[in-house]
């Protein structure tokens, strides 16, 4: 069950991420200063909490050891997905 919640959490925060990002977001229509900031903010905090949460559940050796390998999965498909997304979408025009 910690696997499956910090996977979850740093899913989402790696996806925020690149929600907000230069590139992605005119097409995610994050065109407010105040709403990119919202997102960034909320990015932060969930990453805050999965290593929070990693650590409380294995100390901080193991803990950090799997919030990196969470967060390195989670940060190369949230990037595959955006990689396909575009592809998909070049492909219908």
């Known amino acids: 069950m910690t696997h499956i919640f910090l996977q ?3 899913l989402m925060s ?7 990002s230069e ?6 229509l994050l065109k407010h200063h105040a709403a990119l900031l919202t997102v960034k903010i ?6 805050s909490i999965a290593l929070y949460f990693s650590q ?5 050796a193991l ?4 919030f990196t390998g969470h967060a390195s999965f989670a940060c190369g498909f949230i990037h595959f997905t955006l990689i ?3 592809r ?3 492909n219908k025009s």
């Open 8 to 10: 979850a959490l740093l």
């Open 14 to 20: 790696c996806g925020l991420f690149a929600i907000s």
């Open 23 to 28: 590139r992605h977001r005119h097409s995610f």
């Open 42 to 47: 909320f990015a932060w905090v969930m990453l």
């Open 56 to 60: 409380l559940k294995c100390g901080w």
């Open 63 to 66: 803990g950090l050891v799997y």
């Open 84 to 86: 396909a997304n575009k």
């Open 88 to 90: 998909i979408k070049s």
